[in-house]
């Protein structure tokens, strides 16, 4: 399967495509915060109702009739993402920024069971990407973000690299549709988003694989926050030992998590070493804590009643090079 720049948006991604625009054109901008932090702001006597686009399209809020512009209101009506509520509407998908692009996601709160995320990780994983990218400076002909959610990932290298074939899998397929919408709002058309459980969804070898998974424990087991295991760490291990067969001579897996701490151990590493130890090649691989306190608030609920904190991680895993001949 090779990158399908025909895979465009279907005609309420279209609308969605152009909604997107039209609020770049009025300058729009949204850095979307902690779940946790959106419910402390939005709580606040007087933002019950949004005044702005800011309100509806980034903070969740309702608005009533005649505080968006005609053209913006039409336009979501046309995308199929309003709800009425008490006299008045709210949108179903947030729009948030991340650098010069812009992203659909799920509404807050994320609550439904194929809800997209976007927030703080986001910025956090991409931010590790674009370091990659630039301080290696290596080619890079075919990548694959595993769980591409908003594909924030994928459509980040393919702007880097735009020579390179980028594929974003995810099993969900409201991910999928949002992907291809946000890759279009970017101009990415080297960005196929593909149905894929792992990377089932293509053939081959990559030059570099990434992956953001989901890494807590939720009593729930919403498949954008549960990350498998007594503490998130099961899905990210398994992306890594799916990613690490498919890697090029050279090639480079980031997975960016989370890592629960139980009275100092580290029980991602743990999880990420055992795969490591267990899958053929000479793997070089580096580790670090991007920040060592992230959803303080889970360590309330009983499946972190061991936990002292979760740190978000980054681990780096690079192939051996092709033996010379």
């Not at 920024?97 to 609550?111: R, V």
């Not at 670090?288 to 681990?315: K, Q, S, W």
């Given at each position: ?25 009025l300058g729009y901008r949204f850095v979307t915060p902690t779940p946790a932090t959106h419910r402390r702001v939005n709580s606040r006597p007087g933002h019950e109702w ?276």
């Amino acid at each position: 399967m090779q990158p399908d720049p025909s895979a465009t948006p279907d005609d309420t991604g279209h609308a969605l495509l152009r909604l997107a625009l039209s609020a770049r054109e009025l300058g729009y901008r949204f850095v979307t915060p902690t779940p946790a932090t959106h419910r402390r702001v939005n709580s606040r006597p007087g933002h019950e109702w949004a005044s702005d686009l800011r309100g509806a399209l980034g903070w969740s809020r309702p608005f009533r009739a005649g505080v968006l512009p005609a053209e913006i209101f039409t336009l979501m009506q046309r995308a199929g993402i309003l709800s009425e509520v008490d006299g008045g509407w709210q949108s179903r998908l947030r729009l948030s920024s991340l650098d010069d692009q812009l992203y659909w996601h799920s509404a807050y709160p994320t609550t439904e069971a194929d809800a997209v995320f976007f927030g703080p990780d986001t910025y956090r994983f991409v931010g590790a990407i674009q370091r990659h990218l630039h301080d290696r400076q290596a080619p890079v002909s075919r990548a694959f973000d595993i769980g591409c959610g908003t594909g924030a990932g994928a459509l980040n290298i393919a702007l880097a690299r735009p020579a390179a074939q980028v594929w974003a899998g995810d099993i969900n397929a409201s991910a999928l549709r949002l992907t291809r919408v946000n890759a279009a709002i970017a101009g990415a058309g080297n960005v196929a988003a593909c149905q894929s459980d792992m990377l089932c969804g293509a053939e081959g070898v990559f030059d570099l694989i990434v992956a953001n998974p989901p890494y807590l424990n939720d009593a729930m087991q919403r498949a954008y926050r549960h990350g498998g295991g007594s503490h998130g760490q099961e899905l990210a291990a398994a992306m890594l030992a799916a990613a690490l067969p498919r890697l090029a001579p050279s090639g480079t897996m980031l997975l960016y998590t989370g890592a629960a701490f139980v009275e100092g151990r580290d029980t991602f590493l743990q999880a990420a070493r055992r795969v490591l130890d267990d899958t053929p090649g000479t793997w070089q691989w580096r580790y670090r804590e991007l920040d060592p306190d992230v959803f303080g608030e889970e360590l309330d609920n009983p499946a972190y009643r061991d936990t002292e904190r979760i740190a978000a991680v980054l681990l780096q895993v690079d192939a051996p090079m092709a033996p010379r001949r």
